[in-house]
């Protein structure tokens, strides 16, 4: 489904080779290709645009780590962000947690795939999570829509309701509860009636049913040929009845992939299942991080660069220590590591390799600086010389002045960062004479001391 998406950005990130940074200019056409790659896919123009200004703001001004090129960085800004669009990690059924059996209702438009997905997701059920699962037939209008179901059942051994044409399906799934309960299922999907649009009719007998037998999980069944609409069609349904789920079917087709893209983002229902054939066997758990490893077809890339970026930190906090450890702790350092402390999440997460640490975790707390004083203390650092930078004695009234004006603040914050950064490395020495240091920021220790 995804190919010519796939091609298409692969294609353009192709382009971004060598040069030491990735820049705006250099990235700017690539990231205008993949716009429209993903426009040309069917993706919704809405999704398009927050992925488009997510990839940016990550990827402008990203430092280059060493044995990583900017192209390979920025395949990473992209699958990462491909990820997050695509719904993060996977989700599947959740099972009722009583003894009552699991009801899983199917609904959709007419051949979205509902029928064929019910036996799917029963045979899924059976061999994969060990469930005994039944079938109930429920949509009584489509001609032969019964037997269908009924056939499946038959050809793969799930006990199936026997529905009659000409019952009112609130009727059949009344009658099917006494019968769930005679088999001892486990779980119990019912095949809903579909229109060809979405029609009042349909959702107040869908909700109908829903009072008559809470469902654990209302799965919409929607056909990824259908692009853009199905959007809507989730949209619609997810308001009237509550979705917890969608299952994507045809993805074996030639859909360009625009519904898989958009779904999640727009509605914020997580796709849990891939139709990938007309066999009962062809379904797949929806895995967004394959999915997208797959759009860009890059996997190794990508290991590359964690790596490298694994690297990268632990090299840096093992200098940082290394000239604590000589009191040679400077401001950059310093800027390191409250950037450092920014990826890990924060000043919470350093807390947590602090246990007890009452007063100086309080002092800690009041540093961590917001973005947009990171921002100042970031230029204000760069408007530093190397020397002033390795020795923060040097800096007299007449420096102070004038890295102020360099970085566009006042001297007061110059004054007040100068002040900080005094505190932290009183603190650093602290923590050091406390024995602390061995067990932070040490290569291999998997910690750091911010
Ligand atoms: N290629 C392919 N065909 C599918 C898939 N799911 C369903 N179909 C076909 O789509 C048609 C309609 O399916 P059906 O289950 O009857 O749809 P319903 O009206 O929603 O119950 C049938 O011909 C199915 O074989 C799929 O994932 N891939
Ligand atoms: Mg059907």
């Known amino acids: ?56 703001q990550k990827a402008i001004g990203e430092k280059v780590i060493e044995n990583v090129n900017p192209g390979q960085m920025f395949v990473k800004i992209v699958h990462d962000e491909l990820v997050k669009t695509l719904g993060g990690g996977a989700s599947e059924i959740i099972f009722s947690s009583s003894a009552e059996p699991t009801v899983v209702f199917l609904v959709g438009l007419q051949g979205a795939g509902k029928t064929t997905s019910a036996a799917k997701l029963a045979l899924f059920l059976r ?67 579909g229109r060809l649009t979405i029609d009042e009719a349909l959702m107040s007998e869908l909700s109908d049913l829903k009072t008559i037998w809470a469902p654990q999980e209302i799965l919409l069944v929607a056909d990824a040929m259908l692009g853009q609409q199905s959007v809507q069609v989730a949209e619609g349904f997810h308001q ?63 290991s590359l660069v964690e790596k490298a970026q694994e690297v990268m930190d632990e090299k840096l906090a093992q200098k940082s220590t290394e000239r604590l450890l000589k009191n040679e702790f400077s401001l950059e350092d310093f800027l390191a590591q409250i950037q450092q402390m920014k990826k890990l999440g924060g000043i919470e997460t350093l807390l947590k390799f602090l246990p007890g640490m009452g007063e100086i975790s309080k002092q800690l707390k009041t540093m961590a600086p917001p973005d947009q004083e990171m921002k100042k203390i970031e230029a204000i650092i760069h408007s530093m010389t190397n020397q002033e930078r390795r020795n923060h004695k040097v800096l007299n009234g007449s420096r102070r002045l004038r890295i102020a004006k360099g970085s566009g603040t006042q001297v007061s914050d110059v004054n007040k960062l100068i002040k900080q950064f005094e505190e932290a490395q009183k603190m650093m020495s602290q923590f050091m004479k406390m024995g602390l240091g061995s067990g932070m920021g040490r290569p291999g220790s998997g910690k750091r001391f911010f």
């Open 240 to 302: 009237r009845l509550g979705l917890t789920g969608l299952i994507l079917t045809k993805v074996d087709g030639d859909a360009r992939g625009g519904a898989a893209l958009s779904i999640r983002e727009v509605t914020g229902i997580p796709i849990k299942f891939l139709g990938v054939g007309e066999k009962v066997s062809a379904l797949e758990i929806f895995h967004p991080d394959r999915l997208a490893g797959r759009i860009l077809d890059m996997g190794d890339v990508l």
């Open 1 to 56: 489904m995804f190919e010519s998406l796939s091609d298409k950005i692969l294609g353009s990130l192709k382009k971004l080779k060598g040069g030491h940074k990735i820049t705006e200019s250099n990235v700017e056409e690539v990231i205008k290709e993949i716009r429209l790659s993903l426009l040309d896919a069917d993706v919704n123009f809405k999704v398009v645009k927050k992925f488009i200004d997510e990839v940016k």
């Open 127 to 193: 061999t994969k999570k060990q469930k005994k699962v039944g079938l109930v037939p429920a949509d009584v209008y489509r001609p032969a829509a019964i037997d269908q179901l009924q056939t499946l059942g038959k050809q793969n051994n799930f006990p199936t309701f026997s529905s009659q044409v000409g019952q009112r399906p609130q009727d059949i799934l009344t009658q099917s509860k006494a019968w769930a309960k005679e088999q001892q299922l486990d779980v119990v999907i019912v095949d809903t009636a």
